[in-house]
């Protein structure tokens, strides 16, 4: 197991850094040119500014000179400074990281609260209303478009009932609390600030349910899909032959099973919740990662990009880890000697 | 009249045409229904410049923001351009894009995966290390970085969408065609004297098309949501060019003249649907346990 | 026979008709039996005749679109077919258990053996969770396991099929029901396991008084533990009545074809080695043919047999479905034509095939990379001949690497060590370039109908494939040459223009054969070519492949887990245990007078339709079950089973050395176990 385990992390580790290599490569060789993004007509127009633009940038050495100092910077836990912001990729990073964190794992735990059992009925019911509704949810939330969701929310629960907050993380008027882990669900209620819990749980309510509405579907059709998998095969007729009551077959043989996908499928849901927060950041104001790498995107900010790049591929190895290592826990097929 | 009378008449009135027809809608209804909205859209981009009541990017700022009505169906936007007219017109984009990058994509992704399926070895293990590499960034960063590289243009979207698109398909071939390949008639044709680019091409990948054809068409709906948000992002298409997702995001401030986004998100949901439809029918029709019932 | 006591089952009229969009099925229609306390009845028949059906109808654990249509079936008073389904699962497992075919699938592989055991238990409150857990591991102790306990926290998939199928009837035990339905229970089994399973069904029945249904489509195995028979066909009973007189002397003409159409053990071929067969195909259950069902395939039919005719006794406790036997006629045997028995392998000549300590290793996945591989030796140094026009048997059972033995001979995979000579040219290493031109040599029939035909070609493309590949035919030639191999294996021209899917089985183990004679080889290897067929068909593919051996001049290399076909139509037989030969000798040799204890053991498991003899028969009952090929036993692989074991057999590996011209056996004590 821990030899299974030292391995997997090795290659955990190279995948991550193989990842910020193409990175690396694919905004190093295409003809998009930070200088006159950042520079504007004007400077870039002057050779000397632009020469020590790239100078004080390092864009001047060679690409491979441009990577090892990347690396280096990396072992000892430094991941440049963003051409955009001036500041630190790691404080950015870290800025930015926990209104993410808080809005994707919100979005998540909704979407599995919501579709699992969802998923778990409509197969135990098959072919009846709450079955074609579980359906119609798992459809709409997979085909919607994110960014249009987002519009009709906010236009109906914010613009016309004001039932909800509109975009931002608070309200103008409250105050964040101060910053210990940069979760305002968590920092309000340690600073005692009970009205700014609750503003930024407000606040949370639309964006999250947008996020999670796509992965919800994923979630509700997968579990549906794996429970009537398990519903067919011979181990059930066998349960059923034992005499055991309906709902023992179902939540004690066919719902082990049926989880194993879901499990792959949930990680995998969750990694992108984390990564994937763009279209809902930018129309919710939202002040996470996702707004920090479209823009630095938009701004071929290769130091910030780097490092985001580095982190989302780093969330994707562990994930991808923790799927595996959960899965030897459910699967005593796939659980090592 | 005995139980095996009634099971008989029962079953003749259960044969009969009209309840035949009912199986087959209840089956395939929903299939034939996401047909016929593609189809719709399809006709509507091919016909665009025809049907469509007005020129699609002329500006009118004194018509501008007017609502739903007879002259204008679905109102117009902020530059008094036409709403329906824009979004016939974004069906032409929205399609091709989808068509292009899942058909491209499907094909550059099998072909690698089954070749290296067939071959194992290491050409197996460094495909599917590719695969986890491509995974590991999410489609909209990559296509952002890259967009954002080559410049925002449609070609070059379509392109960043490419490099993220190949592997799904590339995995999926990969475990079709390691289904197939202990099945034993391949095996058989291997005794018969056949080379190895006969069995994967003739024999193997024939068998192996079902699958992929469903992950195609659950997939169109996909590309085309990405490439929208890429749009609504600004990294899509360039101005004045009708795109449902940068149509959305023209209209996305626009709280009170809802007609400007609703109207192409819609049309966004629609086709995405349509495609699902499509794709479960598709995959009902292949799985003959589905299909027994 | 019948005492005076109540019947626990009585099923009358059962009507189970599958309603699908192709029709209705009538898979089961109009059967009528009863069942007495601690009875043991069979049920046999080919797939498709009902008896699984029949079976599930009684606990009504039937799926859509089946339906029980008409009929009765009562359980010791209670009318099954209208019970409530709350009620129906109280006697589910409880006072009815059943036991399935697969052990593979049945458990639940994510839940401990232990807890899918007790809660057979608790789910009927007749004991508390701890009880039940004590009472699990005295239920799995009956049933031989070593150690019940450590079963107990088991997982299914670290159990063989044979051990689980153990856990299954502990399961099926566990509540002390009336009565246990076993459908085909040990199909799935090698030989040697189902002796063993067997064994403690019958010893269950005769010390818990559990009456038992036994469903099998094999009737040496319904011989060994029934007190009385069903013969079903096209779901109907045709036959009934105790298998002393129905093996004996079969009053229905499908009974009559079952017993002589498989080979057995206990009577030798007295040179013609073609089996007895009734034509054609059993009749498509969703139109069922007026009158007797079985007609169109009766060598006995008579003009009456267009009426249909009902279930008779015709005698004390035996009825039959047959207008011929109703007035006490009986069936006579079949007539061999006593064909001249010669030998047909030829000494002093060069073998066509020789395999000299040929290996096959498979390097297992690992783990990690930290890890080193870890070896799977399904093939580790064989040697054997085949000599130009006669039939080698290769017989063991799974695991022994008969099957990949073929395929490295076949060249499909590549040998780890050893040589491999074809006709005097050496083609171990030789390049799949090189080796193409023998292709047209030997050719190779497979085990699965199903799998072995590519399901998107047209049975022409299939057969004109190979002739076109090797430029057998001129342009626009094939499709006469494809008509002709359809005509040599008994299929008409119309079938090149259809998809092997229209096909059943057995028609599609003809086109396999018809492929391999398409490229007009001398030598043909099949492997487990009749395993997956009924034993009627069985016998027609077996008589084709004699036919054309005969026409063509060809030379077999036959693969095969079932001893009675490999003795039936080999002149010499190999026997592999987890990778080695153990023995080889011409077939009437080695079934007078086998060496190994291997031999001795496999041919005693080997069930016989004729109960006197099989109570007569001694059983070498082996221990435990084959071991891992990752890593095998030190010296004799068979030692950790063989009741002849000493430590010399663990020290040193015993080699193939000759006992009698012609017979070869690698032991230490060679003839120290014997049943002949």
């Not at chain 2, 600004?234 to 959305?248: D, I, K, N, Q």
């Not at chain 2, 349509?274 to 292949?286: A, E, P, Q």
């Not at chain 3, 004590?134 to 997982?155: D, I, K, S």
């Not at chain 3, 006490?328 to 010669?342: K, W």
Request: proline content about 7%; some cysteine; overall charge neutral.
């Amino acid at each position: 197991m821990l030899r299974y385990l030292a391995s997997r992390l090795c290659i955990a580790v190279l995948m991550v850094l193989l990842a910020t290599l193409v990175i690396f490569l694919i905004a190093n060789m295409v003809p998009g040119d930070p200088v006159l993004t950042q520079l504007g007509d004007i400077a870039a127009n002057n050779p000397d500014m632009v020469a020590a633009f790239r100078h004080r940038w390092g864009l001047d050495l060679p690409l491979w000179d441009r990577y090892w100092i990347f690396l280096t910077g990396l072992f000892h836990g430094d991941l440049g400074i963003s051409i955009g912001s001036q500041r630190p990729v790691l404080e950015d990073i870290a800025q930015y990281a926990p209104a993410t964190v808080e809005l994707s794992t919100i979005a998540f735990l909704l979407a599995l609260i919501v579709g699992l059992p969802l998923g778990v009925v409509a197969a135990m019911k098959r072919d009846t209303w709450i079955d074609h509704l579980a359906r119609s949810i798992s459809l709409v939330g997979v085909s919607a478009p994110t960014f249009w969701l987002a519009f009709v929310m906010l236009a109906v629960f914010y613009g016309a009932l004001e039932w909800a907050p509109g975009p931002g993380q608070i309200s103008a008027s409250t105050f964040p609390p101060p910053t210990i882990t940069g979760i305002m669900l968590i920092d309000a209620p340690l600073a005692g600030d009970w009205d700014t819990f609750w503003d930024a749980a407000a606040h949370l309510v639309l964006p999250s349910i947008v996020l999670a509405a796509s992965t919800l579907g994923l979630i509700t059709r997968t579990t549906r899909a794996a429970m009537l998998e398990a519903l067919s095969q011979d181990y059930i007729r066998v349960a059923r032959a034992k005499g055991l009551v309906r709902r023992s077959i179902m939540l004690g043989h066919a719902l082990p099973n049926a989880l194993l996908p879901v499990v792959t499928l949930g990680g995998l849901a969750y990694a992108q919740l984390l990564t994937g927060t763009v279209l809902t950041e930018s129309i919710f104001s939202w002040p996470g990662l996702g707004r920090y790498t479209f823009q630095s995107a938009v701004r071929l900010d290769f130091p910030a990009i780097m490092g985001i790049t580095l982190v989302v591929a780093a969330i994707y190895v562990l994930v991808n880890l923790l799927v595996d290592l959960s899965y030897a826990a459910l699967d005593p097929r796939v659980s090592r000697r | 009249m005995s139980g095996v009378e009634t099971a008989l008449l029962a079953a003749t009135v259960e044969s009969g045409t009209g309840a035949r027809r009912r199986r087959w809608l209840r089956r395939y209804g929903l299939a034939a229904l996401g047909g016929v909205v593609i189809a719709i859209w399809a006709i509507a981009a091919i016909l665009a410049p025809w049907i469509a009541p007005y020129p699609p990017d002329v500006v009118n700022v004194a018509g501008r923001l007017l609502p739903p009505s007879d002259l204008h169906w679905l109102g117009t936007d902020v530059l008094g351009r036409d709403v329906f007219t824009r979004v016939l017109y974004g069906a032409r984009t929205s399609l091709a894009v989808g068509f292009i990058v899942v058909l491209l994509g499907a094909l550059f992704g099998t072909l690698l995966g089954a070749i290296a399926a067939y071959i194992r070895g290491w050409a197996e293990e460094a495909l599917m290390r590719a695969t986890d590499l491509v995974f590991c960034f999410p489609p909209i960063i990559l296509a952002m970085a890259i967009a954002a590289a080559l410049g925002i243009g449609t070609r070059n979207t379509v392109i960043a969408m490419l490099v993220v698109w190949w592997p799904k398909f590339a995995r999926l071939a990969r475990s079709l065609v390691i289904g197939q390949r202990s099945a034993e008639y391949v095996a058989a044709a291997q005794a018969i004297g056949f080379g190895p680019s006969h069995i994967l091409f003739r024999q193997i990948i024939p068998n192996a098309v079902g699958p992929l054809v469903v992950l195609v068409t659950l997939d169109l709906g996909n590309a085309i949501l990405v490439f929208a948000g890429l749009s609504f992002l600004g990294l899509g298409v360039v101005p004045p060019t009708a795109e449902w997702g940068s149509m959305v995001s023209e209209g996305r401030e626009l709280v009170n003249q809802w007609w400007v986004a609703t109207f192409p998100g819609l049309a966004i949901l629609s086709v995405v649907i349509g495609f699902n439809f499509v794709g479960d029918g598709i995959r009902d029709w292949l799985d003959p346990h589905a299909r027994r019932r | 026979m019948h005492d005076a006591a109540e019947p626990i089952l009585r099923v009358e009229n059962l009507h189970t008709w599958f309603f699908t969009d192709g029709g209705v099925v009538r898979a089961v229609d109009g059967v009528s039996f009863t069942l007495h306390p601690g009875e043991t009845l069979g049920i046999v028949g080919e797939s498709g005749s009902g008896k699984s059906v029949t079976a599930k109808s009684i606990i009504r654990l039937l799926d859509e679109p089946a339906r029980i249509v008409e009929g009765t079936i009562s359980f010791r008073g209670r009318d099954m077919v209208h019970l409530s389904d709350e009620a129906l699962r109280e006697i589910r497992g409880a006072e009815i258990a059943m036991v399935f075919q697969d052990p593979m699938t049945s458990l639940n592989p994510v839940l401990r053996i232990g807890r899918q055991l007790v809660e057979t238990m608790t789910a009927h409150r007749r004991f508390g969770a701890k009880a039940a857990r004590e009472r699990g591991v005295t239920l799995l102790r009956r049933m031989g396991m070593a150690t019940p306990e450590r079963a107990m926290n088991g997982w299914p998939h670290r159990f063989s099929g044979g051990m689980r199928q153990r856990v299954m009837l502990a399961m099926g035990f566990a509540n002390e029901p009336t009565l246990l339905i076993a459908d085909e229970p040990t199909t799935a089994l090698d030989v040697t396991i189902q002796a063993q399973i067997l064994d403690l069904l019958r010893e269950l029945n005769a010390d818990l008084g559990t009456a038992v249904i036994l469903i099998s489509h094999d009737l040496g195995v319904i011989a060994d533990v029934c007190s009385r028979v069903l013969v079903m066909y096209a779901g109907e009973v045709v036959e009934e009545g105790a298998p002393e007189d129905l093996l004996s002397d079969p009053r229905h003409p499908y009974t009559w074809a079952l017993l002589h159409a498989a080979p057995r053990l206990d009577q030798a071929n007295d040179g013609d080695r073609r089996l007895t067969t009734i034509e054609g195909q059993p009749p498509d259950a969703r139109d069922w043919p007026a009158g007797c069902r079985f007609r169109a395939r009766c060598p006995f039919a008579v003009a009456k047999c267009v009426e249909h005719p009902d279930l008779l006794p015709i005698g004390e406790d035996r009825a039959a479905r047959c207008w011929v036997t109703q007035d006490g006629a009986t069936l006579r045997p079949p007539t061999h034509a006593r064909a001249v028995g010669e030998a047909r392998t030829a000494t002093g000549v060069q073998p066509l095939l020789e395999v000299r300590a040929l290996a096959k290793h498979f390097e297992l996945p690992r783990d990690s990379f930290l890890e080193p591989h870890r070896i799977l030796r399904a093939v580790d140094g064989v040697d054997f001949d085949v000599f130009p026009g006669e039939t080698v048997g290769l017989v063991g059972e799974s695991g022994c690497g008969k099957s990949t033995l073929a395929r490295v001979v076949m060249r499909l995979t590549e040998p780890t060590e050893g040589r491999i000579v074809f006709d005097g040219q050496d083609i171990t290493h030789m390049s799949q370039a090189a080796i193409r031109p023998l292709r047209r040599r030997m050719q190779m029939i497979f085990q699965d109908p199903y799998g072995s035909l590519n399901p998107r070609m047209m049975v022409g493309e299939i057969l004109s494939g190979p002739l076109r590949l090797h430029g057998l035919v001129p342009a626009g030639g094939a499709r006469e040459r494809v008509r002709e191999l359809l005509d040599l294996v008994g299929l008409p021209p119309a079938a090149a223009a259809r998809f092997p899917h229209e096909f059943s089985g057995g028609q599609r183990q003809r086109i396999s054969i018809a492929r391999a004679l398409a490229v007009e080889p001398g030598f043909i290897i099949g492997d487990e070519p009749i395993s997956a067929l009924d034993v009627n068909i069985q016998a027609q593919i077996i008589n084709l492949m004699i036919g054309l051996q005969e026409r063509l001049g060809l030379t077999y290399l036959f693969i095969a887990h079932d001893l009675a076909v490999v003795r039936h139509i080999s002149d010499r037989i190999v026997v592999l245990y987890l990778g080695r030969v153990v023995e080889t000798a011409p077939s009437q040799e080695l079934f007078a007078r086998p060496l190994h204890p291997y031999t001795n053991s496999l041919i005693s498991a080997v069930p016989v339709p004729d109960p006197h003899l099989a109570r007569r028969r001694r059983r070498i009952a082996l221990q435990g079950e084959v071991p891992n090929a990752v890593d095998p036993p030190s010296g004799c692989r068979f030692r950790t089973r063989c009741p002849a074991a000493a430590t010399r057999c663990a020290e040193e590996t015993p080699s193939l050395t000759q006992a009698a011209p012609g017979h070869f056996v690698a032991c230490h004590f060679p003839g120290s176990v014997t049943v002949v």
